[in-house]
């Protein structure tokens, strides 16, 4: 298993520009979210899904859009970046969403997103 | 929007010392989590707490589900270089998305 992986690693867009941050995994979990990570902030959720064809809002979903197509992946677009959106982004999967007491959200390793 | 409030923010402390951080929250949760997180990497659970009262160990950190179930500490006892990282706590609620708290960065010097 290679858990939650994330594509790119670091990016660097200008004020305006779009892109879309992946995050892929292979655990057959049907909860997945993005969190931003700032300085003295901790993890914002910023959209989450519950399944395929879910999605819904976070705390911080302006600027943010996202889809699920199928199980395994759940990616982050930026319509139009703005400087405000510099941060790094965390994707995360697990089981149940926490429905079951035993369950875990698992991290990815993250993306560094510097916004010009 | 909602964040937890963890403290502290910083600790510098001696190899072999003991741990304390903990998280207050002016809200109820029904799950508590204690994550690592290591530079360049996403946050790693190191404890789970689902009821009220309870406390659970795992190796040498120990934590425990406040009993008004508005707040969790951590304790790490014998400090050793690898504890180095910023602990997080969150919590949550049924099926709910995780709430941070801002983060304690933990510096010790050997």
């Known amino acids: 298993n290679a858990g939650v992986t994330q594509t790119p690693k670091f990016q660097v867009l200008k004020t305006g520009q779009s892109m879309t941050l992946q995050c892929a995994q292979d655990?057959?979990?049907?909860?997945m979210s993005w969190y931003r990570q700032d300085p003295g902030m901790g993890l914002r959720l910023i959209h989450y899904?519950?399944?395929?064809?879910?999605?819904d809002q976070g705390e911080v979903p302006n600027g943010y859009n996202v889809s699920r197509s199928t199980t395994e992946d759940f990616p982050l677009r930026l319509l139009s970046a703005a400087p405000s959106q510099t941060s790094v982004y965390f994707c995360?999967?697990?089981?149940?969403?926490?429905?079951?007491?035993?369950?875990?959200?698992?991290f990815g390793p993250g993306t560094r997103l510097t916004v010009l | 929007g909602q964040q937890l409030n963890q403290s502290p923010q910083s600790m510098f402390i001696q190899e072999g010392e003991d741990v304390s951080m903990n998280c207050t929250s002016s809200?109820?949760?029904?799950?508590w989590l204690w994550y690592k997180q290591e530079p360049g990497e996403g946050p790693v659970l190191l404890i789970a707490?689902?009821?009220?009262?309870e406390l659970t160990s795992n190796g040498r950190l120990t934590a425990q589900f406040g009993i008004t179930r508005k707040d969790s500490f951590l304790n790490i006892s014998a400090s050793i270089p690898s504890d180095v990282g910023i602990y997080f706590c969150?919590?949550?609620?049924?099926?709910?998305?995780?709430?941070f708290g801002q983060g304690t960065r933990l510096t010790i010097n050997p």
């Open positions: 995360a999967s697990s089981y149940s969403g926490g429905r079951a007491s035993t369950d875990t959200q698992y």
């Open positions: 655990m057959n979990h049907e909860y």
């Open positions: 899904s519950v399944g395929a064809g879910i999605t």
């Open positions: 809200s109820i949760f029904n799950t």
């Open positions: 707490l689902y009821k009220a009262g």
């Open positions: 969150a919590g949550q609620r049924g099926a709910q998305k995780l709430v």
